[in-house]
């Protein structure tokens, strides 16, 4: 029986490749995240480049501080950790992963009012390929979540197709899809929209992508990768990497057993020439969400 889930709910996600689910992120919670991101946002006046912690949006210094990701934010502060293990949202991991569930990594990406970044198509299984793809992105709106600012598109279905290329015209990976050649109806994606402290699932395989924030409210995005605990990266993890492999088990028991799936895997080698983050990795690839200038401000186009 499911744990938090409808059974409608449960096949919905199966059927289209995510979710969208009100109500996971209390108040209390998302106001002591709020709290904590206003705070590292500030300490970023002091950071000229990027690095461990910080990506900055093109244009950041310290009297206009920019930010559009927290890298690993559950391992900045404790309250995105603790969400992890929150009853519900176990839960509804569990339904749709199965008992035993691993991270496999966090960010929190930024769209502050009418310059927050896109992020260009891309399915998150071209970045990191398990030995099956019972892996999703959980998607923590913390702010109320529109097109204008920024909303995440999917494109419901596409995480039963294929693997498509994410490399760019030098032949190396670049985390984006070529709109141009791909062959995906574009028309068909849809926005995951909804109040702040709503929580979006999507599928390792769908497409997704996100336009710039337009609007004049910002649109914070936290994000973690899950897997079931018997999916293991074909990338490899070493004897030095298991215990911290082993202390991301979310849920569940460990296994040492992998469990292997026919799916259909393109490897992101070579690697990418810019690296850093999903937006540095995505310059070297042709653009779908690109930019104008009005009025000096930039504002998204398609």
Request: glycine fraction near 10%.
């Amino acid at each position: 029986m499911p744990h938090v889930l409808s059974q409608q709910q449960i096949d919905r996600y199966h059927a289209d490749g995510y979710l969208i689910v009100e109500g996971v992120l209390d108040d209390v919670m998302r106001q002591r995240m709020k709290n904590v991101l206003a705070e590292l946002v500030e300490k970023s006046r002091a950071v000229a480049s990027h690095d461990d912690i910080y990506d900055l949006e093109p244009g950041h210094s310290g009297g206009d501080p920019r930010v559009r990701r927290i890298k690993k934010p559950h391992e900045v502060d404790p309250v995105f950790k603790d969400f992890m293990y929150t009853p519900k949202l176990v839960g509804i991991l569990q339904d749709l992963l199965g008992e035993s569930v691993r991270l496999h990594g966090s960010k929190l990406n930024l769209k502050a009012p009418h310059f927050g970044s896109p992020v260009e198509w891309h399915q998150d299984w071209a970045f990191y390929p398990h030995t099956n793809d019972d892996i999703l992105a959980v998607g923590v709106m913390l702010d109320d979540t529109t097109v204008e600012n920024g909303a995440m598109y999917v494109i419901p279905g596409t995480h039963k197709g294929p693997t498509y290329d994410h490399h760019g015209p030098d032949g190396h990976f670049c985390g984006a899809m070529d709109p141009d050649i791909c062959g995906v109806d574009f028309s068909k994606a849809v926005p995951c929209e909804g109040p702040a402290g709503s929580v979006s699932f999507h599928h390792v395989r769908t497409i997704h992508g996100s336009a710039q924030n337009t609007s004049n409210k910002s649109r914070g995005l936290l994000l973690y990768e899950m897997t079931a605990a018997d999916a293991y990266p074909l990338m490899a993890v070493g004897k030095t990497d298991w215990q911290a492999f082993e202390q991301r088990l979310i849920c569940g028991e460990e296994t040492i057993v992998p469990r292997v799936v026919d799916t259909p895997i393109r490897m992101p080698l070579p690697p990418a020439k810019n690296q850093g983050s999903i937006y540095e990795n995505q310059t070297a690839g042709k653009r779908y969400f690109g930019f104008v200038e009005e009025g000096g401000k930039k504002t998204a186009t398609t």
